[in-house]
């Protein structure tokens, strides 16, 4: 079991940078992935960039060379740096864990990029 809390969402302008972390309850060193997700209004939640506990990295196309996932599984946390933000990354964006084959949400973290 592990509990989530996300942190480091708000108000960006275009172009501008956020960095959220994630939070964990436990070691996650034994974690096999760590992600974040994100739900726009009226969308389904769509995963935005997956992490392993071996450093591998995936993301969505549409925040390939913008966004970069890490951890540190000294201090139990999982960051994502967003970069040159776009209208279309406003989202409430959720940090997710499977442990021992259950999924596991924080409550999420709402990003909003406007002028």
């Known amino acids: 079991q592990v509990q989530l809390v996300e942190s480091g969402g708000g108000l960006a302008q275009p172009g501008g940078s956020l960095r959220l972390s994630c939070a964990a309850s436990?070691?996650?060193?034994?974690?096999?992935?760590m992600a974040w997700y994100r739900q726009a209004p009226g969308k389904q939640r769509e995963l935005v960039a997956r992490?392993?506990?071996?450093?591998?990295?995936n993301y969505a196309d549409s925040v390939k060379g913008r966004f970069t996932i890490s951890r540190d599984n000294a201090k139990n946390t999982v960051a994502l740096q967003m970069n040159s933000l776009k209208p279309e990354d406003t989202a409430v964006y959720y940090c997710?864990?499977?442990?021992?084959?259950?999924?596991?949400w924080g409550q999420g973290t709402r990003v909003t990029v406007s002028s």
């Open positions: 997710n864990a499977i442990v021992d084959g259950l999924i596991y």
């Open positions: 436990r070691s996650i060193f034994s974690i096999y992935a």
């Open positions: 992490i392993t506990n071996g450093g591998s990295t």
